[in-house]
Protein backbone atom coordinates (compact mmCIF):
# COMPACT_ATOMS: atom_id res chain seq x y z
CA UNK A 1 0.00 0.00 0.00
CA UNK A 2 1.44 3.28 -1.09
CA UNK A 3 0.82 6.78 0.94
CA UNK A 4 0.61 8.70 -2.77
CA UNK A 5 0.30 7.21 -6.47
CA UNK A 6 1.62 9.51 -8.80
CA UNK A 7 0.14 9.55 -12.59
CA UNK A 8 2.80 10.86 -14.46
CA UNK A 9 6.87 11.95 -13.87
CA UNK A 10 6.92 14.79 -15.76
CA UNK A 11 7.63 18.12 -14.07
CA UNK A 12 4.34 18.23 -12.12
CA UNK A 13 4.67 14.75 -11.42
CA UNK A 14 8.41 14.41 -10.21
CA UNK A 15 8.35 17.59 -8.10
CA UNK A 16 5.13 16.17 -6.58
CA UNK A 17 7.19 12.72 -6.22
CA UNK A 18 9.81 14.95 -4.70
CA UNK A 19 8.13 16.30 -1.86
CA UNK A 20 6.12 13.32 -0.95
CA UNK A 21 9.27 10.46 -1.19
CA UNK A 22 11.13 13.25 0.82
CA UNK A 23 8.13 13.63 3.42
CA UNK A 24 8.74 10.01 4.47
CA UNK A 25 5.57 8.73 2.48
CA UNK A 26 5.81 5.77 0.56
CA UNK A 27 5.59 7.20 -3.35
CA UNK A 28 5.38 5.42 -6.52
CA UNK A 29 5.17 7.43 -9.97
CA UNK A 30 3.77 5.56 -12.78
CA UNK A 31 5.23 6.96 -15.68
CA UNK A 32 4.31 6.63 -19.64
CA UNK A 33 7.52 8.21 -20.88
CA UNK A 34 4.69 10.88 -23.38
CA UNK A 35 5.51 14.18 -21.45
CA UNK A 36 5.48 17.26 -23.60
CA UNK A 37 8.59 18.65 -21.83
CA UNK A 38 10.51 15.48 -23.66
CA UNK A 39 10.37 17.99 -26.90
CA UNK A 40 11.29 20.90 -25.12
CA UNK A 41 14.45 23.22 -25.13
CA UNK A 42 14.09 25.40 -21.34
CA UNK A 43 15.62 28.80 -20.90
CA UNK A 44 12.89 30.22 -18.73
CA UNK A 45 12.85 28.08 -15.31
CA UNK A 46 14.08 29.81 -12.33
CA UNK A 47 17.97 28.57 -11.40
CA UNK A 48 18.34 27.09 -14.78
CA UNK A 49 20.39 28.33 -17.25
CA UNK A 50 19.40 26.09 -19.53
CA UNK A 51 18.12 22.32 -20.30
CA UNK A 52 16.57 20.06 -22.13
CA UNK A 53 13.32 18.69 -22.19
CA UNK A 54 14.49 15.43 -21.64
CA UNK A 55 17.32 15.94 -19.16
CA UNK A 56 14.91 18.18 -16.28
CA UNK A 57 12.54 14.82 -16.77
CA UNK A 58 15.73 12.62 -15.51
CA UNK A 59 16.95 14.81 -12.98
CA UNK A 60 13.63 15.47 -11.81
CA UNK A 61 13.27 11.59 -11.73
CA UNK A 62 16.59 10.77 -9.97
CA UNK A 63 15.47 13.26 -7.19
CA UNK A 64 12.18 11.74 -6.66
CA UNK A 65 14.23 8.34 -6.29
CA UNK A 66 16.96 9.85 -4.25
CA UNK A 67 14.42 10.19 -1.57
CA UNK A 68 12.77 7.03 -2.13
CA UNK A 69 10.21 7.18 -4.65
CA UNK A 70 9.81 4.22 -6.73
CA UNK A 71 9.48 4.82 -10.69
CA UNK A 72 7.67 2.46 -12.70
CA UNK A 73 7.10 3.12 -16.66
CA UNK A 74 3.56 1.64 -17.25
CA UNK A 75 0.12 3.20 -18.65
CA UNK A 76 -2.61 3.44 -16.15
CA UNK A 77 -5.33 2.39 -17.52
CA UNK A 78 -7.59 2.49 -14.43
CA UNK A 79 -8.52 3.79 -11.33
CA UNK A 80 -10.62 2.57 -8.79
CA UNK A 81 -12.19 2.93 -5.47
CA UNK A 82 -11.08 0.75 -2.67
CA UNK A 83 -12.00 0.57 0.82
CA UNK A 84 -9.09 1.97 2.09
CA UNK A 85 -8.06 4.21 -0.68
CA UNK A 86 -7.86 3.51 -4.60
CA UNK A 87 -6.55 0.94 -6.90
CA UNK A 88 -4.27 1.85 -9.72
CA UNK A 89 -4.45 -0.62 -12.40
CA UNK A 90 -1.73 -0.59 -15.41
CA UNK A 91 -1.43 -2.78 -18.21
CA UNK A 92 0.31 -5.46 -16.18
CA UNK A 93 -0.14 -4.53 -12.38
CA UNK A 94 -2.14 -2.76 -9.86
CA UNK A 95 -0.98 -0.92 -7.35
CA UNK A 96 -3.07 0.69 -3.60
CA UNK A 97 -2.98 3.89 -2.79
CA UNK A 98 -4.41 6.21 0.01
CA UNK A 99 -4.06 9.19 -2.51
CA UNK A 100 -3.70 9.54 -6.36
CA UNK A 101 -2.29 12.59 -8.13
CA UNK A 102 -3.14 12.83 -11.90
CA UNK A 103 -0.18 14.95 -13.55
CA UNK A 104 -0.74 13.68 -17.17
CA UNK A 105 -0.46 17.03 -18.90
CA UNK A 106 -2.46 17.63 -21.66
CA UNK A 107 -4.11 13.91 -21.43
CA UNK A 108 -7.58 13.64 -20.10
CA UNK A 109 -8.88 10.42 -21.44
CA UNK A 110 -8.27 8.36 -18.24
CA UNK A 111 -9.06 11.01 -16.22
CA UNK A 112 -12.42 11.51 -17.82
CA UNK A 113 -12.78 7.50 -17.78
CA UNK A 114 -12.26 7.35 -13.45
CA UNK A 115 -15.05 9.80 -13.81
CA UNK A 116 -13.30 13.14 -13.19
CA UNK A 117 -14.97 16.16 -13.87
CA UNK A 118 -13.07 18.73 -16.72
CA UNK A 119 -13.71 21.59 -18.15
CA UNK A 120 -12.36 23.63 -21.11
CA UNK A 121 -8.86 24.65 -20.93
CA UNK A 122 -7.77 27.85 -21.18
CA UNK A 123 -4.02 27.69 -22.36
CA UNK A 124 -3.15 27.40 -26.03
CA UNK A 125 -3.85 24.08 -27.33
CA UNK A 126 -5.02 22.74 -24.45
CA UNK A 127 -8.77 21.95 -24.82
CA UNK A 128 -9.90 20.36 -21.68
CA UNK A 129 -8.22 20.31 -17.72
CA UNK A 130 -9.57 18.84 -14.76
CA UNK A 131 -11.77 20.89 -12.66
CA UNK A 132 -10.02 21.42 -9.26
CA UNK A 133 -9.99 23.50 -6.24
CA UNK A 134 -7.31 25.87 -5.37
CA UNK A 135 -5.79 22.90 -3.74
CA UNK A 136 -5.34 20.53 -6.34
CA UNK A 137 -8.61 18.42 -4.94
CA UNK A 138 -10.85 16.80 -7.94
CA UNK A 139 -14.32 16.00 -7.32
CA UNK A 140 -13.24 12.53 -5.93
CA UNK A 141 -12.13 12.49 -2.41
CA UNK A 142 -8.21 11.44 -2.48
CA UNK A 143 -7.71 11.97 -5.99
CA UNK A 144 -5.39 15.09 -6.81
CA UNK A 145 -3.94 17.05 -9.69
CA UNK A 146 -1.59 18.73 -10.61
CA UNK A 147 0.68 20.80 -13.74
CA UNK A 148 -1.10 21.65 -17.01
CA UNK A 149 -4.00 18.50 -16.59
CA UNK A 150 -5.42 20.66 -13.56
CA UNK A 151 -5.20 23.68 -15.33
CA UNK A 152 -2.14 25.64 -14.83
CA UNK A 153 -0.11 26.89 -17.62
CA UNK A 154 2.11 24.91 -19.58
CA UNK A 155 5.71 26.11 -18.56
CA UNK A 156 7.63 23.83 -16.82
CA UNK A 157 8.61 26.48 -13.96
CA UNK A 158 4.71 26.76 -13.27
CA UNK A 159 3.89 22.82 -13.81
CA UNK A 160 6.88 21.93 -11.36
CA UNK A 161 5.57 24.37 -8.47
CA UNK A 162 2.33 23.65 -8.95
CA UNK A 163 3.38 19.48 -8.80
CA UNK A 164 5.15 20.80 -4.75
CA UNK A 165 1.97 22.22 -3.93
CA UNK A 166 0.03 19.95 -4.79
CA UNK A 167 2.53 17.74 -2.88
CA UNK A 168 2.52 19.99 0.02
CA UNK A 169 -1.60 19.60 0.51
CA UNK A 170 -1.92 16.10 -0.02
CA UNK A 171 1.38 15.43 2.64
CA UNK A 172 -0.45 18.04 5.03
CA UNK A 173 -4.00 15.87 4.62
CA UNK A 174 -2.11 12.37 5.85
CA UNK A 175 -0.07 14.34 9.01
CA UNK A 176 -3.67 15.41 9.87
CA UNK A 177 -1.35 19.18 9.94
CA UNK A 178 0.22 21.54 7.50
CA UNK A 179 3.93 20.25 6.26
CA UNK A 180 6.85 22.55 5.65
CA UNK A 181 10.14 21.12 3.79
CA UNK A 182 12.62 23.76 4.67
CA UNK A 183 16.27 22.28 4.60
CA UNK A 184 18.70 25.15 5.93
CA UNK A 185 22.63 25.38 5.40
CA UNK A 186 24.49 23.35 6.94
CA UNK A 187 27.65 25.56 8.48
Known sequence: MFDVVIIGAGAAGASAALFTAKAGKKTL?????KSMT???WIENHY?????TGP???????KQASKFGAEIVQATVTNVSKT?????????????????V???TGALVTLAETIGLKTKPGTEPRIKTVLDVDA??????EGIWAAGTVAGVSVHTIITAGDGAKV???????LNGERYVDHDVLKS
Not at 83 to 99: D, I, L, M, P, R
Open 29 to 33: VVDND
Open 38 to 40: KRA
Open 47 to 51: GVLEI
Open 55 to 61: DLIEIGK
Open 83 to 99: ETGYKVETEENSYEAAH
Open 101 to 103: IVA
Open 135 to 140: AGKTNL
Open 167 to 173: AINVISE
